[in-house]
């Protein structure tokens, strides 16, 4: 099964460390999402690769949030100085085709605790 | 901006009955719709999609129709069974215009079929 994959599952860290998150996309998908989800909430979106080129971050990605994706294959999201507040489940999300309906594939979350 | 509205779970259902999750949405464009599945300890997957007003998605004897009329998709299956227990979420892309694609998500619906 080539799906989305991400590392680690699970991470417990304490407030004030930082944390990264790897995503490695089904190859060839051009696009590449972020998504955070807290409990009992939909997913909501973070920001998206096309490529390398990191296209757009939304309000909810602060300063302490920090994504790449070199050489437009796996991505990381890096979280600078943890708060209590950043514990949730992030997913990645990627797609081959970059359309009003195109379906996107959700690789299993990275589900971070911060104590 | 874009805003999904799907009905408050948990619903309980016996194996057999007839389902229906309600999904409403506010977007400023003409945005594809999506019902995505997430069974217990999987990702999200996509269940059905529709892309234009009056389009049908089905898929596993799960079908919904894109009203623009009424701006819903509400998603329905004649007959339950146990293995359709899971959270269900509807969400939108393409909604604003842009070329972001970006999914935007309801709360979910957490479906529990009894035997």
């Known amino acids: 099964d080539t799906g989305v994959s991400q590392d680690p599952r699970h991470k417990i860290t304490k407030r004030g460390q930082n944390v990264t998150f790897r995503c490695d996309p089904i190859s060839e998908h051009n696009r590449l999402y972020w998504y955070r989800q807290t409990l009992g909430q939909g997913p909501e979106f973070l920001t998206y690769?096309?490529?390398?080129?990191?296209?757009?971050k939304s309000r909810l990605l602060s300063d302490r949030f920090s994504a790449e994706r070199p050489k437009g294959s796996f991505s990381t999201l890096e979280i600078q100085r943890t708060e209590q507040g950043d514990s949730a489940m992030y997913l990645c999300a990627s797609s081959l085709v970059w359309a009003s309906g195109a379906e996107q594939f959700f690789g299993p979350g990275t589900r971070l605790t911060v104590l | 901006g874009d805003s999904v509205t799907q009905m408050e779970g948990p619903v309980t259902l016996s194996e057999e009955a007839f389902l229906t999750i309600n999904c409403t949405y506010t977007a400023t464009g003409y945005p594809s719709l999506f019902w995505y599945v997430q069974y217990p300890g999987e990702g999200l997957q996509l269940l059905l999609k529709?892309?234009?007003?009056?389009d049908k998605g089905s898929n596993k004897g799960f079908e919904a129709t894109y009203r623009k009329e009424t701006t819903s998709f509400h998603l329905e299956k004649g007959s339950v069974q146990v293995s359709d227990s899971a959270v269900y979420f509807c969400?939108?892309?393409?909604?604003?215009?842009?070329?972001?694609?970006?999914?935007?998500f309801g709360k979910g619906t957490l479906l529990t079929v009894n035997p």
């Open positions: 529709a892309t234009k007003a009056d």
């Open positions: 690769f096309q490529n390398e080129a990191q296209l757009e």
């Open positions: 969400a939108l892309s393409g909604g604003g215009g842009g070329s972001n694609y970006k999914l935007t």
